[in-house]
């Protein structure tokens, strides 16, 4: 057996308690891998109301990421070894003492990052990397749209944006949140509640409108984002943290601009997909790391005791960036 937090019954934060769960299995193309550190997910608050299933197959503990230690090698994983510092991606499992993870998923650690900080990298920088580059097109002088700038995604989205050569502008909720983003690279912050956004970054943008939207607002924006784009824009739809249907559908605007209009969830993708896409990232972004163009944005560090506490600040929306939990003894 293991410790893990666990859900006593569908609810808020306070059905969060360490408890115990078997230990995972491991099969000849995974490491079992002792957990260091996981890290909060808006996934994992709906889960934890009963809202979010996890998908078949995946454990039904909480958790999408992970940065621990090699416990125990597979027989066909010969490139890694006991010992290792590795994050990876999950489809569940993270607030746990072990996870087993496909050795092709794991993500070596670069020395300079810490076990809190390498466990705030897989979920929101795959996510940002996966709607700029894989669905997005992002290229170099482009201008990307991100709400929720100061979000996990958004605060690796405005990385991402910005390190390809591309302008990011941002909305938020609060002025705090709005200096973060732009403190972090992005070149036009627009607080939500002034009214609305579109008239903003028109202006911004000499009414030329943006290449990209990366949206986990949905229905409340779906006019605004609509207007926003410039012909061929891209809206990659994320979740809708606003509502997810929408009243009007402009589909005139859409073929006049010719819009795309794509909707994604990584944590439902085939394992093929992942893994392609953790590749791609270790081989074009993880260098990053290393050489400081890239950071983990940490908003706060909690013992995994607190695991209710942490969940609270991220319904509160106080966080700015990734809120990380130490998983014990
Ligand atoms: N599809 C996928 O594969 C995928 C993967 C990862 C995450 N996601 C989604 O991406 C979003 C960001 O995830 P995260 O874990 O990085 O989130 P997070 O750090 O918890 O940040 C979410 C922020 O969104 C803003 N927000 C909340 N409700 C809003 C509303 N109704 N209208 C406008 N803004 C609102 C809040 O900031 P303000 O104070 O600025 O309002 C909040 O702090 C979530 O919706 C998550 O479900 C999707």
């Not at 019954?9 to 995974?30: F, K, N, V």
């Not at 569940?92 to 705030?120: C, H, R, T």
């Not at 991100?146 to 909720?173: E, N």
Request: glycine share 12%; charged share 20%; with cysteine.
């Amino acid at each position: 057996m293991m410790k893990a937090i666990l859900v006593k019954q569908p609810g808020g934060a306070e059905q969060l308690e360490l408890g115990e769960y078997p230990l995972p299995e491991h099969h000849s193309d995974e490491l079992l891998v002792r957990v260091k550190a996981t890290a909060l997910n808006r996934a994992d608050i709906l889960q934890r109301g009963g809202k979010y299933p996890p998908p078949r197959g995946a454990s039904p503990i909480l958790g999408l990421e992970i940065s621990g230690i090699v416990e125990e090698v597979g027989g066909n994983c010969s490139a890694w070894h006991r010992g290792d510092r590795v994050c990876a991606l999950l489809p569940g499992g993270g607030y746990a003492q072990y996870v087993s993870i496909p050795a092709k998923m794991a993500v070596p650690i670069p020395d300079n990052l810490s076990f809190e900080e390498a466990a705030a990298v897989p979920e929101a920088f795959l996510t940002a990397f996966q709607a700029l580059y894989w669905l997005g097109g992002l290229q170099g002088g482009q201008q990307v749209l991100i709400h929720a700038g100061a979000s996990g995604v958004g605060t690796a989205a405005i990385q991402l944006a910005r390190q390809a050569g591309s302008i990011a502008l941002i909305t938020a909720g609060s002025a705090r949140k709005l200096d973060f983003c732009l403190q972090l690279g992005a070149k036009v912050a627009i607080n939500y509640r002034d009214g609305e956004f579109a008239a903003h970054i028109l202006e911004a943008t000499q009414n030329q409108g943006v290449n990209i939207i990366v949206d986990c607002v949905g229905g409340a924006y779906w006019e605004q984002n609509i207007q926003s784009l410039a012909v061929d824009g891209r809206l990659v739809l994320l979740a809708t943290m606003g509502g997810g249907t929408v009243s009007q559908v402009i589909l005139t605007t859409i073929i006049r601009k010719r819009l795309q209009i794509i909707g994604t969830t990584l944590r439902g993708r085939e394992r093929e997909y992942k893994t392609e896409l953790t590749r791609d990232f270790v081989t074009r972004i993880m260098p990053g790391f290393e050489d400081g163009r890239y950071k983990a944005v940490i908003d706060a560090v909690f013992p995994w005791e607190e695991a209710a506490e942490a969940h609270r600040r991220m319904e509160d929306n106080l966080n700015l960036g990734k809120i990380v939990l130490t998983v014990g003894d």
